[in-house]
């Protein structure tokens, strides 16, 4: 067991090696077609599920009401239009967070606005929430959710505005996302925090958040009675630049309007401390960096908050988690759950397995 193990790293080492030489956009997109397309072939599904898959009554873990077969997910931006969600349960996770979904589609920035810093195990990223829009994902969900029934792997819906709608009308887009996800999704995440939404960070500061959250608190409420189905988690996206009093207005809020949890946390504008020359990264220019560099501050967050709130304000720990050593660090910080993005580019499908096999539940 353990040589075949050797032997799939060494050999996904030499597919990205190989798959590096290409633009990171294109590769996630046809590699994820790829195992697409192989695994409609019911042996390699069969495989691929035997070989990614870690299943144990010993890996749940309970959040927020919602029963999750194992707390390893994959942060928002993968699976932005929900397209790949049966080959990434055959990859072992427990959950999958599909958006950013906007209200209408949109495309996003221009391209090229994906890009890899090798020497960080890092990626910059500037996707500008392309997606295929709130209605189509829905659509896409429903079926998904038709089609595999007994699938335990839980969605979360990370919602966000158009970039053509002004901040005091984003309420209105928060509100049509959450409306045409409602039934399909188990949680939801509000995406104030992407840094490749002009504007869009000002809706972290504390008035316009509670605007936002408790409106669709208040909607959570009555589509739940509406429906006859439990209210949906509702969890805030927090940004890794905001400073400690930002951070206190946060855990201020979430306390006062009694908000389910947070994610912490997204992408950061900061360059600080880069093995990648400066020279590649001013040229590379603006966007969100993931990956290793985030690892350190996320957690500082993730920990203050706990601190602050002894332990009382729910967290998904999402910021350069590679192994289970990382995710471990999460968890002891104070997460419950934790969610990979970055990581699973560079260490590859493995990367769920080998961190439950090893986390301390």
Known sequence: MAKRRIFARF???????????????????FSMNVLKFICKVGPVKKFVRSAYSKESPHLQSQ?????FKNPVGLAAGFDKNALYLTELELLGFGFVEIGTVT?????????????RLKKDLALINRMGFNNDG??????RLKAWKERNGESRMLIGGNIGKNKITPNEDAW???????LALFGSVDYF????????????RELQEKDALRKILVYLQELNQKESLRTNQNPKPLLLKIAPDLNWQQIDDVIDLAREI??????????????????????????????????RPLQKRSTEIIRYISEKTNQQLPMIGSGGIFSA?????KKLAGASLVQVWTGFIYEGPAIVKKILSKISL
């Open 11 to 29: 050999m996904y080492k030499l597919a990205r090696n190989f798959l590096f030489l290409f633009p990171p956009e294109a590769v996630h997109h």
């Open 103 to 115: 209200p209408l589609a949109q495309s996003g920035n221009e391209q090229p606005r994906l890009f």
């Open 325 to 329: 050593t990382d995710a471990q660090e």
């Open 63 to 67: 959040f927020l009401g919602l029963s």
């Open 172 to 178: 209105k887009d928060y509100e049509t996302c959450f």
């Open 134 to 139: 709130a209605a189509a994902v829905a659509a």
């Open 189 to 200: 995440v509000v995406n104030v925090s992407s840094p490749n939404t002009p504007g869009l």
């Open 258 to 291: 009694r908000l389910d949890g947070l994610v912490a946390s997204n992408t950061t504008i900061s360059r600080e401390n880069l093995q990648t020359s400066s020279s590649t990264v001013n040229e590379i220019g603006a966007g969100g960096l993931s990956g």
